[in-house]
């Protein structure tokens, strides 16, 4: 992920472009041929569209962008699931993302009078 990252925010190179994914799994000591071969079949295509149709249908996902903010560092649905997590769907104005990070803020006061 930090090579893959470095690609998109430094070199401003796309992480869901073939070349630098290969790029970047050569970097980090996997084998790129075996990767370019993974990505040219469809061992997994049956198993990857299932996974995504039962994560959005499941989520509730209905639009792009998806935020998701969790209360417990490593909680949220795409995590270990624990925790309370608050999602907003689509872009949003600033009072969207106001309502809620005051909803989130409640939560936390609310966790902290148990």
Request: with cysteine; proline share 2%.
């Amino acid at each position: 992920m930090d090579a893959l990252g470095k690609c998109h925010f430094q070199s401003k190179t796309s992480a869901s472009d073939r070349s630098t994914l290969l790029k970047c799994a050569s970097e980090v000591g996997l084998n790129s041929n075996a990767l370019e071969t993974f990505l040219n079949g469809d061992e997994l295509v049956d198993e990857v569209w299932h996974s995504y149709g039962h994560t959005i249908r499941g989520m509730g996902i209905h639009s792009i962008p998806l935020f998701l903010f969790s209360l417990d560092k490593n909680g949220g649905p795409f995590r270990d699931g624990k925790g309370e997590t608050f999602a907003h769907n689509g872009s949003g104005s600033a009072e969207n993302f106001l309502d809620v990070f005051e909803r989130a803020w409640a939560a936390t006061k609310q966790t902290e009078t148990r």
